[in-house]
């Protein structure tokens, strides 16, 4: 199975509400990245933080890191027609190399 | 500002046939990562480079290879090519050696088998 599950896989809602989307994770990692990839597009990279921070802000997104529950959130506010794409969350850990393992992705529809 | 290339955007091949994808990193990056992403899957790392080593390998197939050069761009060599191929194949690039330091994206290739 996947290094980090997110869950939802699919999350519909009106713009200008907020978007929360979480990623869970196996093993220990060094540092969690969210990306963001429009269909059939590259992916973007969002924020990255490092195990030893709980939290950060960038714009309107809002990231969390829980690594005694091997989790993380996503929080988009106030949500965009613009912000429908697909969101994952990368760990990247330590195993001799560089390795990014990447989830399965939340599938957010904004509706405007 | 530059960002990663990759080249060809688009293939086409048959099976048993090969492919090469190129990947040009954002300059002074050191560090290539290739990316296979299925219809509607997750990326799926394949293999990573630094410095012009092989640094990891994760799901490669033996009928695929790697290198990256001197100037830095990286190749990904696929033979025997057979439809669970098609997919979407993304090269990174990051800088330095620290584990998961931030990876720029190319816009990928899209590989279509038949």
Redesign the interface.
Known sequence: S?QGEEDPQALSIQEGENATMNCSYKTS???L?W?RQNS??????LI?IRSNEREKHSGRLRVTLDTSKKSSSLLITASRAADTASY?CA???????????????TRLFVKA | AAGVIQSPRHLIKEKRETATLKCYPIPRHD?V?W?QQGPG?????LI?F?EKMQ????SIPDRFSAQQFSDYHSELNMSSLELGDSA?Y?C?S?LG?L??E???????T?LLVL
């Open positions: 996947q990692i060094n540092n990245q990306y059939g597009r590259g992916l973007v990279h990255l994952f760990t990247a850990s330590y195993t001799g190399g560089f390795k990014t393992i990447f989830g399965a992705g | 560090t990562y990316y899957q997750d990326p799926q790392f990573s630094y640094s990891d390998k994760g979407l993304f990174a990051s050696r584990v998961g931030t990876q720029y994206f190319g816009p990928g899209r």
